[in-house]
């Protein structure tokens, strides 16, 4: 047999039922938040990705050159068709925008354990709101999301973390916009690396001063207050217009810190200042959802971008949002023992006792699936008692009997698979039975 590729998946249908159940929490959550879905196409312009979403993220592109000269690549995210999207209609949009999506996303990545070549992402984010107040809305969405598959604050905590802060802080170290972004790539493998090798990579952009800046660094990741926070910054940052910044985000610390608490949501989240995020366009708050014990890979991940629907050729727009993957939510659900199990199963199981009975049968089984139930029948129905074994197997409730006694007499035999009585009912009665008997 041919085999699939390596770090894509197959969905037989026990699998599709999850996948469904995913799909579905997903989508009542953002309803409920007045959130509207779009969708975009899974193959764009390779230059969508190039320099705006970062290097690592691009040396992972499923990319190719199309017949027609095109460089094109698999999305690997959401997040730049929704700022092309956006972006070109950005005038006519009521704002803020609230959209969400479901879709596949491809990414040629090293396999292990929660990373996969394609997974499937719930992306929801907030346009035209430059405020923290977007942040309360989208966490909210966030948590109320996991809450809805049966996960609790002891489960797992989002945590956040900010990206002016740090960009404050390393300007004031003296480092100009590209430094900071490539340092700010090094911060986020932090722990994920050896210290040797962090050090190492810090180096050609703090020289002699690399090894005092990581002790800094570690320090400014151990953050997990809003107090230890305030202490530090108003401690490092004393250059005097950077301090005017320093000022107005903490006021924002304090209404996004607010917003939430008002929510019903401190439980749920956690000060964590070595959150960075791997994706260059991010500005602003980010975050991440981790499980409480840390054994999984990250369920979520999110963030401020404020400049990417401009950087796209689209207006100044400020945005923000989250996306939550299902490979991990899944690996996570199950290890909880909060994934239901779908039986399939159908609710008739009609019996047919030859041709004459067939007739009967399928006038009668078009109209019951009309009416809306699950009719199943064996397409060349055996004899009889293979057929009453089937139906005992199929998981339904109920076989209709058609047989040739039944038939001349214009009835049908209803029998009650979990008790096993019958009962011998009109064919034009036979809905309203079903219904009342139901
Ligand atoms: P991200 O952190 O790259 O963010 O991905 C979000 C989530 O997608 C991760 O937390 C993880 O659950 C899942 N994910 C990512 N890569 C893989 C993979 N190779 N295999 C399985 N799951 C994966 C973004 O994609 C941003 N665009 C999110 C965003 C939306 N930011 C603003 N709006």
Redesign the pocket.
Known sequence: MFERLPGFRDFYPEECAVRNHLFRQWRAGARRFGFSEYDAPALESLDLYRAKSGDEIVAQLFGFTDRGGRDVALRP???PSLARLVGARASALPKPVKWFSIGEQF?Y?RQQR???RS?Y?F?A?ILGEPGPEAEIELIALLVQTLTGFGLTAEDFVVRLSDRDLWVDYLRGVGLDDTAIGAVLTVVDKIGREPEAKTLERLQPHLGEAAGDFFGKISILRDIDSFEALERFFRAHVTDDAVRTDLESRLAQWKTLLSGLEAMGLGDFFRIDLSIVR??AYYTGFVF?VFDREGRFR??????R?DHLVEKLGGPSLPAT?????D??LWEFLQDRKLLPRYVEAPELFVVIGGEEARTAAFRDIRALREAGYRVEYPLKPPAFGKQFKQAAASGARAALIYGSDEVAKGTVKVRNLNDRSEEEVPAEQLLRYLAESA
């Open positions: 995210e959401m997040t990414r990545e929660g990373r996969l997974f992402q992306n984010d791997g994706l991440e990250a369920l979520a991940g999110g963030g971008y949002g989250f996306a939550v993957g490979v991990t």
